[in-house]
């Protein structure tokens, strides 16, 4: 049972412009919510993070945007350049349990040029 | 400040064979997670280690255990491999039970023949 999806397997943008990306989740239960980059041969690196008590975080060109009501999370990235061609994954915690993520299936974005 | 680091990079095993995974995390980090990515999956919770005892598990069977040792590095067994283990294994470490940052190490890519 996947309790983090991100729905869109890929997604293509022009460099300088928007990228978001989606992801929805299904476990209330969940209290804090992260986004990470993962290139090939590298594990996934740490992007943005945000807990369930706020609806936006941002940092850089980088924010993540909360929809509790919907379960729902976004990351834009504006504006967009080619090294940020990655595989993004989103990830959720829950508040009881383990201190372990749960990931969604990741979104490739591909910027270009 | 070293990184996680993981080792071997690459392995590959027939059905019914053991195998171990080694991860050492990063300095000052006393909690390390181990995840298994699917091909085409988001990483999936095995296990988690914090000061040498096991601090929650995942959805997996009996035959993956695994160890950490004084320094904090640790270690994944598979036994009696299947088919399906096959997949990127992901280790990553982090401060402290709370702590949702996890570091993520590059991974070692099993294949099970």
């Known amino acids: 049972d996947q309790q983090v999806k991100q729905n869109s397997p890929s997604l293509s943008v022009q460099e300088g412009r928007i990228s978001i990306l989606n992801c929805d989740y299904t476990n209330s239960m969940f209290d804090y919510f992260l986004w990470y980059k993962k290139y090939p041969a590298e594990g996934p690196t740490f992007l943005i993070s945000?807990?369930?008590?706020?609806d936006k975080n941002e940092d850089g060109r980088f924010t993540v945007f909360l929809n509790k009501s919907a379960k729902h999370l976004s990351l834009h990235i504006v504006p967009s350049q080619p090294g940020d061609s990655a595989v993004y994954f989103c990830a959720a915690r829950a508040v009881t349990g383990a201190n372990n993520l749960f990931f969604g299936t990741g979104t490739r974005l591909t910027v270009i040029p | 400040e070293t990184g996680v680091t993981q080792s071997p990079t690459h392995l590959i095993k027939t059905r019914g064979q053991q195998v171990t995974l080694r991860c050492s995390s990063q300095?000052?980090?006393?909690?390390v997670s181990w995840y298994q990515q699917a091909l085409g999956q988001g990483p999936q919770f095995i296990f988690q280690y914090y000061r040498e005892e096991e601090n929650g598990r995942g959805n997996f069977p009996p035959r993956f255990s695994g160890l950490q040792f004084p320094n904090y590095s640790s270690e994944l067994n598979v036994n009696a491999l299947e088919l399906d283990d096959s997949a990127l294994y992901l280790c990553?470490?982090?401060?402290?039970?709370?702590?949702?940052?996890?570091?993520f190490g590059p991974g070692t890519r099993l294949t099970v023949l």
């Open positions: 300095s000052g980090h006393n909690t």
């Open positions: 990553a470490s982090s401060t402290g039970q709370g702590n949702n940052e996890q570091f």
């Open positions: 945000i807990s369930s008590i706020k």
